[in-house]
C-alpha cells in the first residue's frame, strides 16, 4: 500500500527558504572520535581541530554518503518524498564555490529538488559549503556543523528574475527559525509578498536560542504567520522570553500563539507543536486545542530529523488542500519513518495510507473529545482533555455483543470477520484494518515481555464476533525468527511480510486465539495483502488441545 496521493501538484508549489548543510555521513570506529576529541551522541560546532575532518572522511572511509541538509531543506525533501513529486519543492540559500557545493546540489536534486543556491565566493577562500559531519558509531552518532556559506545569503538573491518567477508561482512559503539569523529582511519580504498575494506563510521556532535571542525577528514575522511549527522545549522559550508568561503548559502556550495579531484576519492562525513521543498539540485560532498522539516504531535509530521531517508530511498534504487532521497525520508519518534511519533519511518510497497509519479513531461519539490519536500511546499530560483511546484490554468490556455466526461459516472462512459496523466496539474495528505499520506500532505500545524473542500484547476479548467467549493476544516476533522456533500452542496467524513492503522493519506477527476450553484455534492467513485489506480469512477447521 504504497501509494499516497495520485493528485499532482504544480511544479514549485512550496518554496523553501534557509541554511543549506551537506550532511557526511560515515561509519567511523570510536578511534575517530578520540582523534577529534568528539563524544558520540552529540552535536557541536566546528573548530580549528575540526579543520581536516570532512576531508579524513572521504578519504578513509569509502562508504560515505551525502544527504541535502539543513533544517528548511530537510523540510522540502521529505515533502518531496511523500508526494514523490519532484520539482513541487523550490529551495533557496547560500552556498559556497567549491566541491561541497556541488555535492550538495547533486544530493538535493537527487531528492527532487528545484534548486535556487546563492553562491558566495569569499576572496580568501576560507568560507565553504555549509557541511555536517555525522559520524556513526554502532547506535551512536556525533555531529560536527560548520555552517560556513549558509550565513552569507543575502537579499539581492530573491531579485534575479529566475527567482522572482519561483516566489509568484509559490503557494507556500516556509522558513525554519534557523534563517532568521541570517537574512531576516529576506523572511520579511517573503512575509509581506505572501500578504498580498493571499499565499500562505509558514514558519518554526526551531531552537530555544531562537526564541531567546532572535525572537524579536520572529516577533516582528508574526502577524504574517499562517502556520507555526515547534516543539515543546522551543514553545516554552517562547512564552518566557517573547510573551512573558509564566506558565509551561504547552496547551495554554499554543492557545496564546494562535490568538496573537494577525494581519490576515479571513483565515486562522494554525500552531502546530510537536512533543517528542508525547501528544502533538494543534491550535487554531477561535478553536478548541486538539492533541494527537504519537505514534512509536517498534525501533528508534536516530531522532535526528524528526522535526524537519514533520513539517515536511504536514506542509505537503496542506498544498493538497487536506485537513488540519489529515496534515498532522502526513507529518507524524513522515517522522515515524525518519526516526528509523540515521540521519534525516528515508525508505525508497512511502508506505503512508491514513486509513491505517492511524491506529485508534475516535469511536465515542463525544462532541467534547478532542483527542485524536495516531497511536495507541495514551499517555497524556493534561486532565482537561479527554482521549478516545483506550486499552484493547478495556474495550471489550464497553462494547456489546450483537453478532453471531453459524458453525458452518466459520468452519469455511470469514469475510471480515470483525465488524466494523459497530461504532461502540474498538476492538472490532481495529482488528479488521490491520497494516504492518498498524501491528508494528500496536503491539510495540503494548508489551508485556520485552525481551528480544517475543513482544506481546495485553489478551483481550473480541466481541461482536463468534470468538467472543475467547481470549485473544497479539505476539509480535522480531527479525530472524521463523516458524519452527514459535511454540505449538501459540501459533494462529502468521502476517509474512511482501518484500519491498516494509523495508525498514523484518518481522513476523501472530495471532493466538485460546478459548475457555484451552482449545487453540488455527486460523491461517499466507497473503499478506489479502489480510491486510480485509478479504477472507482462511480458516483450517482444526483445533489442538493445549
Not at 533557496?92 to 565566493?121: E, F, N, P
Not at 499562517?226 to 502556550?253: P, W
Request: proline content about 4%; aromatic content about 10%; some cysteine.
Amino acid at each position: 500500500m504504497a501509494s499516497v496521493t495520485r493528485e499532482k501538484l504544480d511544479d514549485g508549489t512550496i518554496f523553501g527558504i534557509g541554511n543549506p548543510l551537506l550532511d557526511i555521513s560515515a561509519e567511523v570506529p570510536t578511534t575517530l572520535l578520540e582523534t577529534y576529541n568528539l563524544k558520540a551522541n552529540d552535536a557541536i560546532l566546528a573548530g580549528e581541530e575540526h579543520k581536516d575532518l570532512n576531508e579524513t572522511i572521504l578519504c578513509d572511509f569509502p562508504n560515505h554518503h551525502f544527504v541535502a541538509g539543513g533544517s528548511t531543506q530537510n523540510s522540502m525533501r521529505a515533502a518531496t518524498w511523500l508526494l514523490q513529486q519532484p520539482g513541487v519543492c523550490v529551495y533557496m540559500g547560500c552556498v559556497g564555490q567549491d566541491k561541497y557545493h556541488q555535492l550538495l546540489h547533486d544530493a538535493a536534486t537527487k531528492a527532487g529538488l528545484t534548486l535556487s543556491y546563492q553562491v558566495y565566493v569569499d576572496p580568501e577562500g576560507h568560507v565553504q559549503t555549509g557541511t555536517c559531519a555525522v559520524l556513526i558509531t554502532g547506535n551512536n552518532r556525533s555531529l560536527v556543523a560548520n555552517l560556513g556559506a549558509a550565513n552569507h545569503f543575502t537579499i539581492d538573491h530573491l531579485d534575479d528574475p529566475k527567482n522572482r518567477e519561483y516566489i509568484e508561482k509559490a503557494k507556500i512559503f516556509y522558513s525554519a527559525g534557523f534563517f532568521y539569523t541570517v537574512c531576516p529582511e529576506a523572511v520579511m519580504r517573503l512575509c509581506e509578498y505572501a500578504d498580498k498575494n493571499n499565499r500562505l506563510f509558514c514558519t518554526n521556532l526551531s531552537a530555544p536560542f531562537i526564541c531567546e535571542i532572535f525572537g524579536d525577528r520572529l516577533m516582528k514575522a508574526m502577524p504574517y504567520i499562517d502556520y507555526l511549527f515547534g516543539n515543546e522545549t522551543e514553545c516554552r522559550s517562547f512564552a518566557k522570553h517573547q510573551l512573558k508568561m509564566d506558565t509551561t503548559d504547552v496547551r495554554v502556550i499554543a492557545k496564546a500563539l494562535s490568538e496573537l495579531p494577525k494581519k490576515n484576519t479571513k483565515r486562522p492562525r494554525v500552531v502546530v507543536i510537536t512533543q517528542g513521543p508525547d501528544p502533538t498539540i494543534l491550535a487554531i485560532t477561535g478553536k478548541d486545542i486538539k492533541e494527537f498522539e504519537v505514534k512509536k516504531p517498534l525501533e528508534i535509530v536516530d531522532t535526528n530529523g524528526a522535526g524537519d521531517s514533520f513539517v515536511g508530511g504536514f506542509l505537503a498534504y496542506l498544498a493538497l488542500g487536506k485537513t488540519h487532521e489529515e496534515a498532522v497525520q502526513a507529518g507524524a508519518y513522515c517522522a515515524f519513518e525518519c526516526i528509523q534511519q540515521f540521519g534525516c533519511t528515508y525508505p525508497e518510497k512511502p508506505n503512508f495510507d491514513p486509513t491505517t497509519f492511524v491506529a485508534f479513531d475516535n469511536m465515542d461519539n463525544n462532541s467534547n473529545n478532542n483527542r485524536t490519536s495516531v497511536t495507541a500511546n495514551t499517555s497524556s499530560n493534561t486532565n482537561a482533555t479527554t482521549t478516545s483511546t483506550t486499552t484493547i484490554a478495556n474495550s471489550s468490556a464497553s462494547a456489546s455483543s450483537s453478532s453471531s455466526a453459524t458453525s458452518s461459516s466459520i468452519r469455511q472462512s470469514h469475510k471480515r470477520t470483525f465488524s466494523e459496523s459497530d461504532s461502540s466496539s474498538r476492538t472490532e474495528r481495529h482488528l479488521c484494518s490491520f497494516s504492518h505499520l498498524w501491528i508494528i506500532n500496536y503491539l510495540s505500545s503494548y508489551i508485556d515481555d520485552s525481551n528480544s524473542t517475543c513482544l506481546q500484547s495485553e489478551s483481550f476479548s473480541p466481541v461482536n464476533t463468534p470468538y467472543s467467549n475467547t481470549r485473544w493476544s497479539l505476539k509480535l516476533y522480531p527479525r530472524g525468527l521463523n516458524e519452527k522456533q514459535h511454540t505449538n500452542n501459540n501459533i494462529a496467524i502468521f502476517l509474512k511480510y511482501v518484500s519491498g513492503t516494509m523495508p525498514t522493519i523484518k518481522a513476523k506477527a501472530e495471532f493466538s486465539v485460546v478459548s475457555r476450553n484451552n482449545e487453540l484455534v488455527m486460523l491461517r492467513s499466507t497473503n499478506f495483502h489479502t489480510f491486510s485489506s480485509g478479504n477472507d480469512w482462511g480458516y483450517s477447521g482444526k483445533k489442538k488441545n493445549i
